[in-house]
Every structure is written in C-alpha cells, then in structure tokens.
C-alpha cells in the first residue's frame, strides 16, 4: 500500500535555528498538508497545498513556517526560527481527491526544541 | 466554523466486550466524517469515512460508524475489542468543499484490559 514518508522521524533543535522538516507524499496525489500534535493535545490543521501554492492555512502558520515542493516528490515544511513551543509532532498527508477519500498521514516527525 | 466533540477522553474495555466510542460534529452543511486510529509513536490510520448513502459505514478492522444526523453524531462501534486494538482514536470532519481542512477531535484513549 503506498504510503507517505517522513524524514526524520525525530529533530533535536535549538531554540532560534531553522528546521527543514521532510514528506515524501503518495505519488499521485496532488493535495498536501501539514498538520501538528502538540504532546497530549489534539492534532491541529497547519497548511494545505496544492497547485504549488498554499491554499489554506490556519493562524498557526505564521510568516515562521513556509512550504515548498521543491521537486516532483518532496514536500518540506521549514520553521525559520524555532521557539520552544514549536515543539511537537508534525504530521505530513496527502490526499488524491481534495480529502475526500480521507488523508493518507505520514507516521511524523518528532520536533524538539530545546 | 465546523468542530468535532468527543466527550470521553479515556475508556478500558476488558478483552472480548463491545465498543463505542462517540463523536458529535458540528457543521453547517452535510460534512465528511473519518475515524482515525494512532498507535502511540505512530501516525494516523484511517479507519473509516463517511460521505453520502448508507448511514453504517464499515472500516478496516472490524470497526464501523454510524452517522446520525438528527444527532449529528459519528460513533464509532466495534463488536468485540482485541488487545491490540489500544490505541488512540480521533474523529474528524472536513467541509464538503474546498481543500478539505479537517478538523478533529481531542482524541479517546483506548485501553483493553485481558
């Protein structure tokens, strides 16, 4: 079964760096999204994408967060300067039919910002 | 703004009894409803969706929902409950246009005691 992929599945990073966080989605889909679970929290709606532009994004993702899908396959999420509350699991999906058929999730990258 | 409640935040079942799990939505309009399942350290598996037609909708693992929308309710049933079934389980909902943002609840935490 396809799957998407995330790389890595865990980042260590200090407060003010920048953090590239990875996707690989499904490769006939054409609607990706970023999503975040802060520990012990609901999982919160970040971006959605399509078309190589946002269309979508929550008030979360501030002038801090960018997405790029740099080439045929990858869809990155960069945090420009990472705070500590930006630590959290940072989920990637892609859906073939604008969500319709429900999301295929990656299995997240784990961020932590110390 | 569409919404999704799920009241019981933790519930143990003993091995082999039956399930429900609920999930009042809030939306405007016919909205699509997902249950999803997250194994701790691992992402988001969708169990089943719900659009349009027969009100039971049947998923993977033996777990079906029904969508009452007098009650606007999607609980999510499971006849007899196996240990590997503890697990975290999410309902969500997304707009039925647009680039299907979903929104999910707070989770319920499954345990299931031999």
């Known amino acids: 079964e396809p799957e998407v992929t995330q790389t890595p599945s865990h980042q260590v990073t200090q407060m003010g760096q920048e953090v590239i966080l990875r996707c690989v989605p499904i490769s006939n889909h054409l609607y990706f999204y970023w999503y975040r679970q802060i520990l012990g929290q609901k999982v919160e709606f970040l971006v959605s994408?399509?078309?190589?532009?946002?269309?979508?994004k929550s008030e979360i993702f501030d002038d801090q967060f960018s997405v790029e899908r740099p080439d045929g396959s990858n869809f990155t999420l960069k945090i420009r300067s990472t705070k500590l509350e930006d630590s959290a699991m940072y989920f990637c999906?892609?859906?073939?039919?604008?969500?319709?058929?429900?999301?295929?999730f990656g299995s997240g990258t784990r961020l932590t910002v110390v | 703004a569409q919404s999704v409640t799920q009241p019981d935040i933790h519930i143990t079942v003993s091995e082999g009894a039956s399930l429900e799990l609920r999930c009042n939505y809030s939306?405007?309009?016919?909205?699509?409803l997902f249950w999803y399942v997250q194994s701790p350290g691992q992402g988001l598996q969708l169990l089943l969706k719900y659009f349009s037609g027969d009100t039971l909708v049947q998923g993977i693992k033996g777990f079906e929902a029904e969508f009452k929308r007098s009650q606007s309710s999607f609980n999510l049933r499971k006849p007899s409950v196996h240990w590997s079934d503890a697990a975290e389980y999410f309902c969500a909902v997304s707009n039925s246009g647009g680039y299907q943002k979903v929104t999910f609840g707070t989770g319920t935490k499954l345990q299931v005691i031999p």
């Open positions: 999906a892609s859906s073939g039919d604008r969500g319709r058929d429900g999301y295929t």
């Open positions: 939306y405007g309009a016919t909205p699509y």
């Open positions: 994408f399509y078309n190589n532009e946002i269309s979508e």
